[in-house]
């Protein structure tokens, strides 16, 4: 019986051990890739204290960090949660059966692909599923960004302060982000809309993203010159496990939680990208922070120092 189990080993759940340990609470870390998404990070430069560290780095950085303190890492996916009459009992996808307490869910989100060729392969060499990370590394380039809500128009507003020309492509004839952003895109000449278009292939010299094909013409040719691709079409949420349990979720699948991370279900706190407190913010030093948050949370809630309120 552990204090906490945490469902997760991004920086959320990787952070919420961390403090977890240092309250003395006894936890398991269970996930299947150590550092999660961050892993697929090829430079990050935007995490305090360090100028530039790759994902992967990172990652066993904080990994390491975790067991220093006496914490464990399973490496495994989880296939089931159950409550019980102490708390909460986890089954992973090999079969084993972990009881805790309290659970800290922070599974994270799967972007959305466009499961065209080339993405995969110049994953990290040009392709990326987040611009607020990547971008800098595009100074006086030119760039595409896919999608047409809020990530992909804010992302290209963004993306000006770096690049040469930001080119938005949309299978939509109308951009759907908040009207003040559009009509910012619409009037910045570093940004050029296309619409009604999709991304057929995306093309590379074996080392880099070139271009990308179109399903329809631009300006004659169905190819494009570019130096990144940006997919900005949005994330799934990691939330099954957790809707056999009751807990509430938002129209668009992610967690609501309140501001210490707890839910609306007795015992069950959510940290980094699979909650709903952070929006289209789902940044390596967010998810630290609310796993943070939601270790404090758990340690107060097992310690009865507050009763926590329904949701």
């Known amino acids: 019986m552990y204090d906490v189990l945490i469902i997760g080993s991004g920086p959320a759940g990787?952070?919420?051990?961390?403090?977890?340990?240092?309250y003395k609470l006894s936890n398991l870390v269970i996930g299947r890739v150590l550092g999660g998404m961050m892993t697929s990070a090829h430079k990050i430069e935007n995490y305090p204290g360090f100028a530039s560290i790759s994902g992967a780095e990172?990652?066993?950085?904080?990994?390491?960090?975790?067991k220093t303190l006496g914490?464990?890492?399973?490496a495994d996916g989880v296939s089931k949660i159950e409550k019980t009459e102490t708390g909460f009992k986890v089954t992973t996808e090999n079969g084993q059966d972990f009881e805790g307490k309290?659970?800290?869910?922070?599974?994270?989100?799967?972007?959305r692909k466009l499961d065209v060729p080339g993405e995969k392969e110049y994953l990290g060499r040009g392709v990326s599923y987040c611009t607020a990370c990547d971008i800098p590394f595009f100074k006086d380039k030119i760039v595409a960004l896919i999608g047409g809500s809020d990530a992909a128009v804010s992302g290209a507003i963004h993306a000006t302060a770096f690049v040469k020309k930001a080119y938005i492509i949309y299978r939509r004839e109308k951009l759907r982000a908040e009207p003040v952003w559009v009509e910012e895109v619409l009037k910045n000449p570093k940004i050029e809309?296309?619409?009604?278009?999709?991304?057929?292939?995306i093309l590379g010299d074996?080392?880099?993203v070139t271009g990308v094909k179109l399903d329809s013409p631009h300006q004659?040719?169905?190819?494009l010159t570019l130096d990144g691709v940006f997919i900005e079409i949005g994330g799934v949420p990691g939330t099954q496990l957790l809707k056999p349990l009751g807990v509430e979720l938002d129209e668009g699948g992610f967690v609501k939680v309140k501001p210490d991370m707890s839910t609306n279900i007795t015992g069950v706190f959510a940290a980094g990208d699979i909650a709903n407190i952070a929006g289209e913010f789902?940044?390596?030093?967010?998810?630290?922070?609310?796993?943070?948050?939601?270790?404090?949370?758990?340690?107060?809630?097992?310690?009865?120092?507050?009763?926590?309120?329904?949701?």
């Not at 990787?14 to 240092?22: E, F």
């Not at 914490?71 to 399973?74: C, K, M, P």
């Not at 309290?102 to 972007?111: D, F, Q, S």
């Open 14 to 22: 990787l952070t919420a051990s961390i403090y977890a340990s240092r």
């Open 58 to 66: 990172l990652s066993q950085k904080m990994g390491e960090h975790v």
């Open 71 to 74: 914490a464990e890492i399973l």
């Open 102 to 111: 309290v659970l800290i869910v922070a599974t994270g989100t799967e972007r």
């Open 193 to 201: 809309v296309i619409y009604k278009t999709n991304i057929t292939e």
């Open 206 to 208: 074996g080392t880099k």
């Open 220 to 223: 004659g040719t169905e190819k």
């Open 282 to 311: 789902q940044q390596i030093v967010t998810a630290a922070s609310e796993g943070a948050m939601a270790a404090f949370s758990a340690f107060k809630y097992l310690k009865g120092a507050v009763e926590l309120p329904t949701y």
